[in-house]
C-alpha cells in the first residue's frame, strides 16, 4: 500500500512538474524552465550568448490556417531550432511564437543564425511547404551577469530593432541599446505631462500648386518642445507607436487642427486643406471616427476640409482589414492620402482597389531625380499611373528650383518642402495665407 502511495504521490508530482515546466505544444521547456536553467548555465565561467527568436506575422498564419496548423508549425520550429544547437544548449518556448536560445560555449553568431534562418524560413507540416520570416534579437553576455531577466530583455531589444525589416532578420545588442532604452524610459515618462501641459505643438507644412503657385494646402506636423528642448519627432514617435500613446497625441493634434480650422474659417473666405496624418494604432480603435466626429462638430468643421494621412507600410498590415476601415472614413466624408508612397511594399494594385485619393511621393525618390533625363524615374512611372486612376500626387522634400521644374513637367498637383516654406506655427501659417513675406 505504501509503494502504491509513493508511486501516486512521484507521478502526481512528475505532472505537476511537467505543468510548472514544459510547454505542452512544443514538448520543449517553458518560460519558467528556460529562467530556471539559463540561470544554472550563467554560473559556468565560459562565453554566453542568448537569441531570442519569434515568427514575423504568426498572428496571420493562425488566421489563415487555423490554431491547429498554427500550433503544428510551433512544434516543427522548435524541432528545427533544435536540429541547429548543441545538445548542451537550451532552446524554451516563452510565450505565443517567441522562442529562447542560450548557446554556452564560443560559437559563431553570424553561422547560426543564417543556419536558423534557413532551417525556418522554408518549413513543412505534413506534406505541404511554408515560407516564413523570422526575427532574431541576439545578446552575447557579460562574463558577470547573473540576472536572467536582464540578459532576456537585452536581447528583446536586440530583437525588436530588426522587428519588420525584410533586408535583415537578427540583431546585435549593443551598449547604443542600453542608451537607447534609458532615453526610451525617460521619454515615456514624460509623455503623459506633455498632454496636460500643450508641450505637443501644431506645425503646418504649405502644399503649393504646381500650375498656380498658390498654396492649396498643408500637412500639420507635431513638434515637442520640453522647456527650452526640442525633441525630434523621429525619436518620440516610434516610442509613442509601440506603447500606444500614439492614439492620445493622434486626437489631440487632430483637435487643435480643427480649432485652428474654425479660427482660419473666421478669417479668410478660402481655406487650405489640412492634412493630419493618423496612426495604424488609431485606426484599428473601433471608436476612432466616433470621436473624431465629436470633436469635428465641436468647432464645426467639415470632413470635407480635413485629409487623413496614412502611411504606406499601414496598407501592408495583414492584421488589419484596412480595405474595411478606410470604406467607413470615406463614407463619413474625409478625404485619404497615402504617406511616404514607394517606401513600403504595396502593390500597384492598392492603388486602385484602396478608396484613396492623394498619393504623397516620398523625399527619398525626389532626391534621387535624374534631371539629365538619360533614365526613367520612378516618378515619371507613379504619375503616369496615379493621373489614369484620378488620384492628386503631393512631392514631399522638395529643396530645388531644378526639382520643381520636372515635377511641373511630369504634371505633379502639389509640392511641399523648404523650396517653398518651411513648417510654420499657426499664426505664421495665417500670414502666410494672408500674403506677407516670410
Not at 80 to 89: L, Q
Not at 198 to 225: C, D, N
Not at 397 to 412: A, D, F, M, P, S
Request: net charge neutral.
Amino acid at each position: 500500500m505504501n509503494r502504491r502511495y509513493r508511486k501516486l504521490r512521484l507521478e502526481k508530482r512528475n505532472r505537476l512538474l511537467e505543468l510548472a515546466y514544459i510547454d505542452p505544444i512544443t514538448g520543449l521547456g517553458n518560460y519558467n524552465a528556460y529562467l530556471e536553467r539559463t540561470k544554472e548555465k550563467l554560473e559556468i565561467n565560459s562565453k554566453k550568448t542568448i537569441i531570442i527568436l519569434d515568427i514575423d506575422k504568426f498572428k496571420t498564419f493562425n488566421k489563415k490556417y487555423g490554431h491547429m496548423k498554427g500550433n503544428a508549425l510551433l512544434k516543427r520550429v522548435g524541432e528545427e531550432i533544435k536540429h541547429v544547437i548543441r545538445k548542451t544548449d537550451i532552446v524554451c518556448r516563452l510565450a505565443n511564437d517567441v522562442f529562447g536560445i542560450f548557446l554556452v560555449g564560443e560559437v559563431d553568431v553570424e553561422n547560426v543564425t543564417e543556419r536558423l534562418n534557413s532551417k525556418i524560413s522554408r518549413i513543412n507540416i505534413g506534406d505541404i511547404w511554408y515560407n516564413l520570416r523570422i526575427s532574431m534579437g541576439v545578446y552575447i553576455c557579460d562574463k558577470n551577469e547573473k540576472d536572467v531577466q536582464s540578459i532576456i530583455d537585452k536581447a528583446i531589444m536586440a530583437h525588436d530593432s530588426v522587428k519588420g525589416k525584410y533586408h535583415v532578420s537578427y540583431g546585435v545588442f549593443t551598449e547604443e541599446f542600453e542608451q537607447k532604452m534609458i532615453r526610451e524610459s525617460e521619454i515615456e515618462n514624460m509623455m503623459e505631462e506633455a498632454i496636460k501641459n500643450k508641450e505637443f505643438e501644431v506645425y503646418y507644412q504649405p502644399q503649393i500648386s504646381t500650375k498656380t503657385e498658390k498654396m492649396e494646402g498643408a500637412e500639420a506636423l507635431v513638434r515637442w518642445k520640453k522647456d527650452e528642448n526640442r525633441i525630434s519627432p523621429s525619436e518620440f514617435i516610434p516610442i509613442f507607436e509601440k506603447n500606444y500613446f500614439i492614439k492620445k497625441l493622434d486626437e489631440y493634434v487632430y483637435e487643435r487642427v480643427c480649432e485652428n480650422i474654425q479660427e482660419l474659417k473666421k478669417e479668410f473666405k478660402e481655406i487650405p486643406k489640412i492634412s493630419v496624418n493618423i496612426s495604424k494604432e488609431s485606426l484599428i480603435d473601433s471608436k476612432f471616427l466616433e470621436k473624431y466626429e465629436k470633436i469635428m462638430k465641436k468647432y464645426d468643421i467639415m470632413p470635407e476640409e480635413i485629409e487623413l494621412e496614412i502611411t504606406e507600410r499601414t496598407t501592408v498590415n495583414n492584421d488589419i482589414d484596412i480595405q474595411k476601415i478606410l470604406n467607413e472614413v470615406k463614407q463619413k466624408g474625409f478625404s485619404i492620402a497615402i504617406d511616404d508612397f514607394g517606401t513600403g511594399y504595396s502593390s500597384l494594385n492598392m492603388l486602385e482597389i484602396m478608396p484613396i485619393d492623394t498619393l504623397k511621393i516620398d523625399k527619398s525618390f525626389i532626391d534621387r531625380i535624374d534631371i539629365s533625363e538619360e533614365k526613367t524615374n520612378f516618378i515619371e512611372i507613379i504619375m503616369f499611373i496615379t493621373k489614369k486612376l484620378n488620384l492628386k500626387t503631393v512631392a514631399e522634400g522638395v529643396e530645388t528650383i531644378e526639382q520643381v521644374k520636372y515635377l511641373k513637367r511630369w504634371n505633379c498637383d502639389l509640392v511641399q518642402g523648404y523650396v517653398y516654406q518651411k513648417p510654420l506655427k499657426f499664426e505664421e501659417l495665417k500670414k502666410y495665407i494672408k500674403g506677407d513675406k516670410m
